[in-house]
């Protein structure tokens, strides 16, 4: 016990110590499904804004369109939660694909890199004194930042980097060819936030290849403070 302790405590003073980052990028979610008419090129979308500089896109797929006759597959129920959490913080009425949120704090339909664009320069504007994220030994530590009302929780995502071509073999998308971009395959919420410095253990990836992100944001879909990579 006496040695873990010593561990994360040198861990909370590296982070501390260190120099000031970059400004984080700013988070984009894309809530797609390969099932849905609509979805089809949105991950053109993701493609694009992947070469924007300072910007992360990841693409979330849920699992509420499966009954039209194709199990989408990378979706998972917890990615669905997270699109209802944005959903109600947001005041909208229902969810829908294919979305973006931008930062946790707007969203649109991701029909274009141009129409998300402002809501991407919007939100750079905002970062003011992230916290640092620092990763070391397996874990990771988030450093000192203003409280947000409400509360705030860390979150660890883990999405393959690759393109992922799949090929529709039912329902409406029958036959066609779905590419999907920065493809979430893990969401794990690692704990609460005070806005304190705190680490927490990573858990080891389930898959290899996988790249990882932590962020940081308000509880129930609240809007990112921070994200931060190895």
Not at 49 to 59: E, I, N, R, S
Request: proline share 7%.
């Amino acid at each position: 016990m006496r040695t873990a302790t010593v561990a994360i405590l040198a861990l909370i003073s590296a982070a501390l110590a260190a120099p000031a980052s970059a400004r984080p990028p700013v988070v984009v979610e894309l809530f797609t499904a390969q099932g849905c008419q609509s979805c089809v090129k949105s991950g053109d979308v993701v493609a694009g804004l992947a070469q924007k500089p300072g910007v992360l896109p990841l693409t979330f797929a849920v699992d509420y369109w499966d009954y039209l006759g194709w199990a989408d597959t990378f979706a998972k129920p917890e990615f669905s939660d997270r699109q209802r959490d944005y959903m109600k913080k947001l005041a909208l009425r229902e969810v829908y694909t294919p979305q973006l949120v931008v930062d946790g704090e707007a969203e649109t339909a991701a029909v274009s890199v141009d129409k998300v664009m402002p809501l991407v320069k919007q939100a750079a504007r905002t970062h003011a004194k992230p916290p640092q994220i620092v990763f070391a030994k397996g874990k990771v530590q988030i450093g000192t930042a203003r409280r947000i009302k409400g509360g705030a929780e860390v979150w660890l995502v883990r999405y393959d980097p690759k393109d992922q071509p799949v090929m529709v073999k039912s329902g409406d998308n029958r036959g066609q060819t779905v590419v999907e971009h920065n493809v979430v395959r893990e969401l794990v919420r690692l704990g609460a936030w005070n806005g304190r410095p705190k680490a927490f253990q990573l858990p080891d990836p389930t898959a290899d290849g996988l790249s990882t992100v932590v962020i940081v944001q308000g509880v129930h879909g609240g809007r990112i403070l921070g994200a931060g990579q190895p």
